[in-house]
């Protein structure tokens, strides 16, 4: 009989106390896959308000050209 365990939820960096800015490639590409698309909220583990705030970033990002745009 397989032995079943509860995950642990995933606590939201940016609620935390740590801040993403656009200009911050490092941090913004944790963020991104290998294509340059934005992960989803459940391989982050933000919570909504702030996975819509690294979108946004994201977004700026990729318009200064600082990170690869989307193929």
Do not use: W
Not at 13 to 25: E, F, P
Not at 33 to 39: A, R
Not at 46 to 69: E, G, N, S
């Amino acid at each position: 009989m397989a032995e079943f365990y509860r995950k642990k939820k995933k606590v939201c960096q940016m609620c935390a106390g740590k801040d993403v800015d656009y200009k911050d490639v490092a941090v913004i590409s944790k963020y991104i896959n290998e294509k340059g698309k934005i992960m989803p909220r459940r391989m982050t583990g933000a919570c909504a308000r702030h996975q819509r705030y690294i979108a946004k970033q994201v977004k700026r990002a990729r318009f200064m050209a600082l990170i690869p745009d989307v193929k």
